[in-house]
C-alpha cells in the first residue's frame, strides 16, 4: 500500500506520518517537488520503521463444529482469530472464561501463541452461558483482552433418576386402583423436566430391559406432569394397575432435549386390597391409687421401601377401657407427624379395682384390626 503527502514549502522540509501505520513495520519513503510546470522525480528511497507494541484486544472467538464423541453438552470446543502481533511475534496466549451471571472462572489456561483453538472437555453445564476472553504476550508484555464473547452449551436429556419409592402418604390399594410413589428429582440437562413417565412392568418380565421400550405384554406407560418451578420432592399415581398383579416400576424424564434412561426397578409391588395394620402391644407404664398410664409404639412414618410396611401403616388407634362391672368406654387417637409413641393417662380411677384395656389400629383407608 502507498499514500501522498502534500507539504508547504520551506528552507527546511519535513513530515509527519501518523495515520494508517502498523506498529513495527518497516515503510520505503520517497519524496519529490512540485511547482508550477509539474511535479519533479521522485527522491532515492528512505527506510523507515514504526515502533512495537502489544498485541491488540481484537481477537474473535466462536464456537466451532463439535468432535465426534465431544458433544457440546458438557464440552465446548473454541476457535478464534489471534489479536494482531503489532510488530512482534505472539509468544503466548490466555484464554479465560468464566460462568455467565457470576464470577466463577471455569478456566484460565495458557496456550502457545499459534494455537487457533481449544476443547474444554468434561467440565462444563448442559444448556449453560458461559463468556470467554482472549489476550496476547509478544516480548513486549500482554495485550489487553479481547470484548467478552457469550458461548453455550448445548442442552442434554435428563440424567437417570433415583429408584422411585413406595409413598408411605398414600396406599397401595386395589380397590382405588392406584399405585402411589414418590421420588428426587434428576439433574434436568440445563432445561426443565415437563413430565415423567412411569413404567409398570408385570413382576414376571421385570429383568426384560426392553419392557419399557417396548410396551407391551401388560407393560403400562403412564405419564406424570413435573412439578411446576421445580420440586425437592416429586410424586405421582398410577391409576391403571390390575388388582392382584405385582409389578415393578421404572422411571424416566422428560425435557425439550429428549428422555432420560429408565431409572432401576422397584422391588416388586403388588396392587391389591391393603391388609389392616396389625394392632400394637399396649403397655403399662405407671399405676396409682386413681390412674392408669398405658402406652404404645407409633414408628414414624417416612418413604420406605419395604412394601409390608407401607401396607400395615396404621394413622388412627381406638382404645376401649372396661372396669369389672363391665361398663366400658373408648378414647380414639390420630397419629402426630413425628411422633414415635403414644402414651394416655386414665383418670380418676376407683382405687384397688381392675380395668381391662384393648385396642385395635386402623389404616388411612379403613382397615382396622
Request: charged residues 15%; aromatic residues 6%; negative net charge.
Amino acid at each position: 500500500d502507498s499514500s501522498s503527502l502534500r507539504i508547504a514549502s520551506g528552507i527546511i522540509m519535513s513530515a509527519s506520518l501518523s495515520q494508517g501505520l502498523d506498529p513495527g513495520r518497516e515503510y520505503h519513503v520517497r519524496v519529490r517537488a512540485i511547482n508550477d510546470a509539474g511535479p519533479g522525480d521522485w527522491s532515492d528511497v528512505a527506510i523507515g520503521e514504526t515502533q512495537s507494541q502489544i498485541p491488540s484486544s481484537n481477537a474473535g472467538i466462536y464456537v466451532a463444529p463439535e468432535k465426534p464423541g465431544l458433544p457440546h453438552t458438557t464440552n465446548l470446543r473454541l476457535a478464534w482469530t489471534p489479536p494482531t502481533d503489532n510488530g512482534e511475534p505472539l509468544r503466548e496466549l490466555n484464554l479465560r472464561i468464566i460462568r455467565d451471571g457470576s464470577n466463577m472462572e471455569v478456566a484460565n489456561l495458557n496456550l502457545p501463541g499459534n494455537s487457533t483453538e481449544y476443547m474444554l472437555q468434561g467440565d462444563l453445564s448442559p444448556g449453560t452461558e458461559y463468556v470467554a476472553t482472549l489476550r496476547g504476550r509478544n516480548s513486549l508484555g500482554w495485550g489487553w483482552w479481547s470484548p467478552p464473547q457469550t458461548v453455550s452449551t448445548r442442552v442434554a436429556p435428563p440424567e437417570t433418576p433415583a429408584t422411585p419409592q413406595l409413598d408411605l402418604s398414600s396406599s397401595i390399594d386395589g380397590e382405588l386402583g392406584a399405585l402411589h410413589l414418590s421420588w428426587f428429582p434428576p439433574p434436568n440437562g440445563g432445561a426443565p423436566v415437563a413430565t415423567y413417565e412411569l413404567c409398570l412392568v408385570p413382576h414376571l418380565d421385570s429383568e426384560d430391559e426392553t419392557a419399557c421400550d417396548a410396551a407391551a405384554g401388560g407393560t403400562i406407560i403412564h405419564p406424570v406432569d413435573a412439578c411446576a418451578g421445580g420440586c425437592l420432592l416429586e410424586s405421582g399415581a398410577i391409576s391403571q394397575v390390575v388388582e392382584g398383579v405385582e409389578y415393578t416400576v421404572r422411571l424416566r424424564a422428560v425435557n425439550i432435549a429428549g428422555t432420560s434412561p429408565w431409572s432401576s426397578p422397584t422391588a416388586p409391588l403388588r396392587a391389591g386390597v391393603a391388609p389392616a395394620p396389625d394392632p400394637p402391644t399396649l403397655q403399662l407404664f405407671n399405676a396409682t391409687t386413681a390412674s392408669l398410664t398405658i402406652g404404645w409404639s407409633a414408628p414414624a412414618l417416612g418413604v420406605l421401601l419395604d412394601r409390608a410396611l407401607a401396607l400395615r401403616a396404621a394413622v388412627r388407634w381406638q382404645l376401649r377401657m372396661e372396669d369389672s362391672s363391665g361398663q366400658s368406654s373408648i378414647q380414639e387417637f390420630w397419629r402426630i407427624a413425628g411422633q414415635e409413641s403414644v402414651t394416655w393417662t386414665a383418670t380418676p380411677l376407683r382405687h384397688n379395682s381392675s380395668y381391662l384395656f384393648a385396642i385395635r389400629a386402623q389404616s388411612r383407608d379403613g382397615h382396622e384390626r
